[in-house]
């Protein structure tokens, strides 16, 4: 794939109700191997997180876990992955994972989740990377966050330039597809101030 060998997924901690979310992780992860990218992400065992992990390793692919040392009790660290890196703190975990990654997917999650997407696009804003955003809309996931970016340029707290930011994606082969044609983007020389 064009240039991406490593990407950062955001991704719920939990299932969620919804089969189809478990389904698309598995989905993702064996795409990912069978692309020979690497998956970076926040080093858990349970939910998706830990279905996508599962995947990529059962395809053959590698996997980067990164969680600070707090949360390796609270959302099990995932003992079996090709690498886990335990930070001091969750700012450092995403300083990290931003580094190790050349793009980012944001999957259905909770709060964490959002976090990480709405900074990691924030940054993006702020000029500090230009590396591919996407957002993998499984059964209507997306649309709460597009809402809410939505939201704010409708209120004049953003420009409508933002929504440049990311792509909005519908479904697992869909990103796929996208990722193929992606350039790997690379950080800002400002990248440093993060």
């Known amino acids: 794939m064009a240039g991406i ?50 995947a990529v390793l059962e395809a053959g692919g590698e996997v980067l876990g990164v969680i600070p040392e707090f949360l390796t009790r609270c959302e099990a660290a995932h003992s079996g992955i090709s690498e886990m890196i335990v930070t001091d703190s969750m700012h450092s975990r995403k300083q990290l994972m931003f580094a190790e990654s050349d793009a980012f997917v944001s999957m259905p999650g909770g709060l964490g989740t959002l976090d990480e997407t709405i900074e990691i696009i924030t940054w993006r804003q702020l000029g500090l990377h230009d590396k591919p955003v996407l957002l993998c809309d499984i059964a209507g996931s997306a649309a709460p966050l597009v809402g809410l970016i939505g939201a704010a340029i409708a209120n004049g707290f953003a420009r409508a330039e933002v929504r440049q930011l990311y792509d909005l994606v519908p479904g697992v082969p869909a990103l796929l597809h996208r990722l193929r044609a992606l350039p790997a983007g690379r950080p800002a020389a400002s990248a440093e101030r993060l």
Not at 34 to 40: D, P, S, Y
């Open 5 to 54: 060998h490593s990407i950062a997924v955001f991704c719920g901690a939990h299932a969620g109700h919804s089969p189809a979310f478990l389904r698309a992780a598995s989905e993702l992860g064996k795409g990912l191997a069978a692309a020979k990218i690497r998956l970076v992400y926040g080093g858990g065992r349970i939910g998706l997180m830990g279905a996508l992990a599962d």
